[in-house]
Nanobody, 124 residues
């Protein structure tokens, strides 16, 4: 089970940190975890992902330099630190996980497990 939290309302230029807690499975059994987002009327898009084995990360071009993904294996938690937020970052953010090594990526179909989503709203 994946439990996402940390969303909220923030002004443009502000910061938020999202958390995704993993329960019911060994963190070490997970190959990769990712954050996706979905704005109203748009498709879900990959934001960032991290490999559980070696910490390799990927970012969407739209968030590079502003967002940072990290993991705390001891806490079975993945974080997404979001800075310099823009109104276009407004979306429901979802965390996702996959056990199988399909190769690290940001495609929806590459992930098997999904959290419930947390709303991030950035006001201008």
């Amino acid at each position: 089970q994946l439990q996402a939290s940390g969303g909220g309302l923030v002004q443009a230029g502000g910061s938020l940190r999202l958390s995704c807690a993993v329960s019911g499975r060994a963190f070490r059994s997970i190959y990769a975890m990712a954050w996706f987002r979905q704005a109203p009327g748009k498709e879900r898009e990959g934001v960032s992902c991290i490999s559980s084995s070696d910490g390799t990360t990927l970012y969407a071009d739209s968030v590079k330099g502003r967002f940072t993904i990290s993991s705390d294996n001891a806490k079975n938690t993945v974080y997404l630190q979001m800075s310099s937020l823009k109104p276009e970052d407004t979306a429901v953010y979802y965390c996702a996980a996959v056990d199988v090594d399909y190769g690290l990526g940001l495609e929806v179909e590459e992930y098997d497990y999904w959290g419930q989503g947390t709303q991030v709203t950035v006001s201008s």
